[in-house]
């Protein structure tokens, strides 16, 4: 997994080539605004894995 870091225009601008970076590469894009992270793009598995992996240590709150 590679980590990349991308301002909101830039992601913008690029949108069909970073969502195949995502899905294809497995890269995990952070989408900076004023060079404040504002939303991480990740492959769909991953993502799932990890609500998995929270639901499993707080079963009384599971991420919704």
Do not use: C
């Amino acid at each position: 997994m590679a980590d990349k870091q991308l301002l909101s225009e830039e992601a913008r601008r690029n949108f069909g080539t970073l969502l195949g970076e995502v899905q294809y590469q497995g890269v995990h894009v952070t989408v900076m605004r004023y060079k404040t992270p504002a939303a991480v793009i990740v492959p769909p598995d991953w993502y799932e894995h990890a609500r998995q992996a929270l639901a499993a240590s707080d079963p009384e709150h599971p991420p919704g």
